[in-house]
C-alpha cells in the first residue's frame, strides 16, 4: 500500500436487507463502484462497516466477499482486533489474515484500557506481533470504545519492526502527522488521513493518502482531490473542493452512516438505509440537508468534470 500513489482508501460500508441481514448483492455493487471511482485500496470491517455490530463469523463472510469482488485489482486491508486476551486477538487476526488481505488492522483503543499507560500498550503490541508472525499490521485510531492516539515515537518504534506497514490516522492535528511521517520515513508503510479538514495540507506534507467518511458520499471527488492536490494549474479548483467538505462536514457526519446510505440512493444503489448501530433519528429535516448536499455535489462534479459511474 505505500508502493501506491496518493490515493483514496474507503472505509467501506456494509449493505443491510430491511430485515437486518447483510445484503451482498449491494455490497458486490458498492465495492465495484469504489473501484470504479479510483481508490487505490479498500478498508472493509471498520467502524463504517458497523463492525462491533457485526459477528466473527460475518465479518469474516464479509472481507472474504470484498476480496472475492476486488480480485486483486487493489489491497483491501481489514480490522483484525476485537478485544480480549491477546492470544485470542491474534488468533483471529490470522483468520483474517488468512482471507488474503494486504495487512490486518488492529484498532488501539481494544488493545489497552483508557486509564492503561502507553508502556502496557507497547507492550501487548509487541505481544501481538510475536504472536501473529509475520502478518502484516495496521493501526486504527478508532474513536470507538474510546480514541486511543498513537504518539509519533510509538508509531516509529512499531514500523522499526517491519510489521507495521499501514496507518488510518484520527489525530486531527496537522503538526503530530507531519511528526509521525519525519520519523516513519524510509520504511514500507503508508500513512492514511481521515480527516478531511486538512486533507490537502496532509497530502502535501507526505501522507500516503485519505481514509475518510466523505468517500462514502463521492468516492470519485475524493480520488480526484488525492490526484490534484498538488497541481498548480488547478489550485482553485482544489480549493473549492477542500471548502465544500469542510462546509458539509456537519451533514456528513450526522445519522452516519444513514445519511451516507441514502445518499448512495439517490446515486442510484440499491441500497437500504438500514443500520444496526442506533446513531439517531433520520428526520424530514436532516433528509433535506442530505438532498441539498446531493444538488451541490452534483453541481461541482460537473463544474470538474468528475465521471461518475451511478
Known sequence: MENSQKGFIPVMLTPFLSNGNIDYPALTQLTEIYLQAGSSGLFANCLSSEMFELTDKERIQAIKHV???VDGAVPVVATGTFGGAISKQADFVK???DQGVEAVIA???LLADE??????????VFDLLKQTGEIPIGFYECPVPYKRVLTPEQLASFVS???VIYHKDTSLDLEQIKQKLKLTEG???GLYDAYIVHAVESLKAGSSGLSC??????????????????DESLKNEVQSVQQFLIDNMDVMHNVYPIVSKYFLQK???NISTFTRRAVGSFTPTVVKEVEKLFEDYSALRSDLNIQVFI
Open 107 to 109: 484498532i488501539t483503543s
Open 161 to 163: 519492526t517491519g510489521r
Open 187 to 189: 520504511y514500507a508503510f
Open 267 to 269: 446515486r442510484g444503489l
Open 95 to 97: 483468520e483474517v489474515s
Open 213 to 230: 467518511i466523505q468517500g462514502n458520499y463521492f468516492p470519485e471527488l475524493i480520488v480526484w482531490l488525492c490526484d490534484h492536490y498538488n
Open 115 to 124: 486509564n492503561e499507560s502507553d508502556e502496557v500498550f507497547d507492550d501487548r
Open 67 to 69: 476480496i472475492k469482488v
